[in-house]
């Protein structure tokens, strides 16, 4: 198997959905690796968990999640990571290609994300993570209109096979 495509997509774009879809694509869910919880139970509850403030940064991220990608890259046809600029960064700097999904505007993306149950202040976080994460000149872009979603992106660019 050849190495997975990385495919860094931002929050709501459908990369939860894709992922349960196909078996050979990876959502690697960075809060996974970012955050520690104080409530177990509810840091099951991926989506529920999401804004909460009741949680601290894991000292060991980012690396423990470049670490998930490398090991997972022989593994998948597909992973698709977070847009966040430092892991980005730690991506370009060591010579990783990656294609960036990202939405056309934070509008949908916070509509979206209240949909799914998202709390209020995960919601509007979207907005200034639009703004942080919003991609480089150098960086290949797949822009995401409000009636698409990552599956459309990523077969309408011959990245997936329907």
């Not at 022989?74 to 698709?80: A, F, Q, S, T, V």
């Not at 290949?140 to 990552?150: A, G, H, I, R, T």
């Amino acid at each position: 198997m050849a190495k997975a495509k990385i495919v860094s997509c931002f929050s709501c774009t459908g990369k939860t959905q894709l992922s349960s879809k196909y078996n050979n694509i990876l959502d690697l869910e960075a809060s996974n690796y970012k955050w520690i919880y104080n409530d177990i139970e509810l840091a099951k509850n991926i989506e529920k968990r999401k804004g909460i403030k009741d949680r601290k940064l894991n000292p060991l991220y980012p690396d423990n999640y470049i670490k998930a990608i490398n090991d997972n890259i022989n593994k998948y046809d597909i992973i698709l990571i977070t847009p966040e600029k430092a892991i980005k960064d730690i991506l370009f700097k060591n010579g990783f290609d990656y294609i960036l999904v990202y939405p056309t505007s934070s509008t949908f993306v916070v509509r979206r994300s209240i949909l799914r149950g998202n709390n209020l202040c995960f919601a509007n976080g979207l907005k200034e993570s639009y703004k942080k994460w919003y991609p480089t000149k150098n960086e290949k872009v797949l822009w995401e209109n409000e009636d698409e979603y990552l599956e459309d992106i990523l077969y309408k660019n011959e990245i997936i096979n329907a």
